[in-house]
């Protein structure tokens, strides 16, 4: 099993950024894709980015060019920096360890985009 702690969220200005972290403990981290989610008030919680166990990413069309997934399997933890924030980014978000025996969640951290 893994155990997921997000951390990095808070209150931050449009235009502003912040980086989120997902830490790991459990297993073996580097067998484990991780996803992060981000779910809004009110609405369906949607895919923001995943990064494979060999470092690809991919990203949801609303955040490429603003939000960078990466890892680091020496400290357990993938990373979200999240640049040029809009209002529209503010949601719970989420990180997720997905492998062939199971996935597994974090508890979310808040990230609110307002003046």
């Known amino acids: 099993q893994v155990q997921l702690v997000e951390s990095g969220g808070g209150l931050v200005q449009p235009g502003g950024s912040l980086r989120l972290s997902c830490a790991a403990s459990?297993?073996?981290?580097?067998?484990?894709?991780i996803a992060w989610y981000r779910q809004g008030s009110g609405k369906q919680r949607e895919l923001v980015a995943r990064?494979?166990?060999?470092?690809?990413?991919t990203y949801a069309d609303s955040v490429k060019g603003r939000f960078t997934i990466s890892r680091d399997n020496a400290k357990n933890t993938v990373y979200l920096q999240m640049n040029s924030l809009k209002p529209e980014d503010t949601a719970v978000y989420y990180c997720?360890?997905?492998?062939?025996?199971?996935?597994?969640w974090g508890q979310g951290t808040q990230v609110t985009v307002s003046s």
């Open positions: 997720k360890a997905e492998s062939l025996v199971g996935d597994y």
């Open positions: 990064i494979t166990t060999s470092s690809t990413s």
């Open positions: 459990g297993s073996i981290f580097s067998r484990y894709a």
